[in-house]
């Protein structure tokens, strides 16, 4: 019988300990509950930016076929903001599109268009600027910087066109790439938009703008153009180039993107690098976005239509 009572005993104090407990738990528990609801920010009434009322942002383990939709609805989308995209470089001719593109590196286009009509002007010919006085040309080629490698580049370019191929502009990527000063990217500028043959530019804002997309995570141009080419059907790959290169340049900045202003933020990883503040975001938009002139002495008539202004030439105000 004493024994019997002794283990009541000790089962009734396990239960009494074990409901002590639990009170203790939940006590805790909800003060946690209480202490976090107190601290978190409340939650805005009013949506600050174009991410809010959309989609989240794709997460890493964004299948294959997720990343080709998502890759290929931006470009619908920035076709939609920039349907008057072009290239940014003022051209009559491949002879002048290639030595444009050349001229480029290193600086903007817009400096390339201040400097190029009074280099065309004196020389307006492969055969006029391969037998240019060196000294000449970079005296016209100064304010593109890197001034004296450049004069090399394009006379030795248009010797070359003149030597080998009579003074036209090749329309194939392997005769281009042979030409001085002149590799994939200029290669492809000139194929794309003087001949119409499709091809992928990779310059800086495309770089920038497809990893920031998590398109690709290749560093190297000639991998990033395969691998962005491959979400692509080959036929968008030309004008896929002037609308990242357009939407990076406008608003997807190197330093700080307009975050609160961009149309496709609904659909990028790095949404929030930026401003995200759409008032702010407004000032800082650029070219025909934010009122300012254009890249172009000599836009096409569809940029002026959009409310782009032609950029101003070279000494003026």
């Known amino acids: 019988m004493k024994k019997a009572a002794a283990k009541r005993t000790a089962a009734s104090t396990s239960a009494a300990a074990k409901e002590t407990a639990a009170k203790k738990t939940s006590a805790a528990r909800t003060a946690r509950t209480a202490g976090t609801a107190a601290t978190a920010p409340a939650p805005s009434k009013s949506p600050r930016s174009p991410r809010s009322s959309k989609s989240p942002a794709p997460s890493r383990s964004e299948s294959r076929t997720a990343l080709v939709r998502r890759a ?3 470009n619908r989308e920035l076709a939609e903001v920039y349907p008057y995209a072009h290239p940014e470089l003022d051209f009559d001719n491949p ?10 590196a290193q600086t903007t286009d817009l400096r390339v268009n201040q400097t190029t009509p009074g280099l065309f002007a004196k020389y307006p010919t492969p055969e006029d600027l391969a037998a240019a006085d060196p000294e000449e040309v970079e005296e016209i080629l100064r304010p593109t910087g890197f001034f004296r490698a450049k004069t090399r580049s394009v006379i030795g370019l248009s010797k070359a066109l003149v030597e080998q191929f009579d003074g036209e502009v090749p329309g194939r990527l392997e005769d281009l790439v042979k030409l001085p000063g002149v590799g994939r990217k200029t290669a492809f500028v000139v194929l794309g938009n003087a001949f119409g043959r499709p091809g992928i530019t990779v310059d800086t804002h495309f770089q920038r703008l497809v990893r920031r997309w998590r398109w690709t995570e290749e560093t190297e141009p000639d991998k990033i153009e395969a691998a962005v080419g491959s979400l692509f059907p080959k036929s968008e790959w030309t004008m896929l180039s002037h609308h990242v290169i357009f939407h990076g340049r406008r608003i997807c900045h190197a330093r700080k993107p307009a975050c609160g202003a961009c149309p496709i933020a609904p659909l990028c990883p790095a949404y929030g690098e930026g401003e995200t503040d759409p008032e702010q975001a ?3 938009l650029k070219y025909e976005k934010g009122g300012f002139p254009g890249q172009r002495l000599n836009p096409p008539q569809a940029y002026l239509d959009a409310g782009g202004r032609p950029a101003p030439p070279l000494g003026a105000g």
């Open 282 to 284: 407004k000032k800082l």
């Open 95 to 104: 002879f002048q599109l290639v030595v444009a593109t050349v001229l480029s």
């Open 72 to 74: 290929r609805r931006i």
